[in-house]
């Protein structure tokens, strides 16, 4: 299994302004992805990472309000930019490597007044 | 499209006694994954259990198992003798085969009491 840890664990950020959450696994994966999880509910998926090039995104989400990049196999950040209150919420980065399961990060938990 | 659906929002067990998460599905695919995934308070997510569909055997991992129905599109998780650290969010998802993304349902909070 991958062991995935995320910077920073949580963070409390003013209207307009961004967060860069970064990504680390331990071991070489093949995807890698980013999650959305507003309080209480499950898991949305904002895109796909893709190793040097433009990652993936899910209808809702677009690259201006979440860039993300992944320079190598093992990590990946994700910025979420201009933010708003509606932004308040847990963001978890996974990994999935030549198996068939994902694994998940901690977690950071955004808080934005 | 593929949606997971739990129809139990919260559930409660008492300590030592066992209870059954449920967990449906649709999709038109033969071929496909199925999991259960833990999440507790504050804490990181980790995968519970795993099943392929293409075998009829339910996967089972120490007090964990699962009712895999693949005609009905259900996928229950057994959890017995329940322990304290147990209590936590459980959310079942779904992914097809050759595709990497998963799709989640809206999770069952799971409660033990002593």
């Known amino acids: 299994s991958a062991v995935i840890s995320q910077k920073p664990s949580r963070d409390i950020c003013q209207r307009g302004t961004s967060l860069t959450i970064q990504c680390q696994v331990d071991?070489?994966?093949?995807?890698m992805f980013w999650y959305r999880q507003q309080p209480g509910q499950s898991l949305t998926l904002i895109a796909t990472?893709?190793?040097?090039?433009?990652?993936?995104?899910e209808s809702g989400f677009v690259i201006d309000k979440f860039p993300i990049s992944r320079p190598n196999l093992t990590f990946s950040t994700l910025t979420v930019s201009n933010m708003s209150p509606e932004d308040s919420s847990i963001y978890l980065c996974?990994?999935?490597?030549?198996?068939?399961?994902?694994?998940f990060g901690p977690g950071t938990r955004l808080l934005v007044l | 499209a593929q949606t997971v659906t739990q129809s139990q929002p919260e559930m409660s067990v008492q300590e030592a006694e066992t209870v059954t998460l449920s967990c449906t599905y649709d999709?038109?695919?033969?071929?496909?994954?199925l999991f259960w995934y833990k999440q507790p308070p504050s804490r990181q997510m980790i995968l519970v259990i795993r099943q392929e569909a293409y075998k009829q055997q339910n996967a089972t991992e120490n007090r964990f198992s699962v009712n895999f129905q693949k005609a009905a599109k259900s996928f229950s998780l057994k959890i017995s003798d329940s322990q304290l650290g147990d209590a936590a969010m459980y959310f079942c998802a779904y992914r097809r085969v050759n595709t990497d993304k998963l799709i989640f349902g809206t999770g069952t909070r799971l409660q033990v009491f002593p």
């Open positions: 999709t038109s695919e033969s071929d496909y994954y």
């Open positions: 990472a893709n190793q040097g090039s433009e990652a993936t995104y």
């Open positions: 996974s990994g999935l490597g030549q198996g068939v399961t994902q694994y």
């Open positions: 071991s070489q994966v093949t995807m």
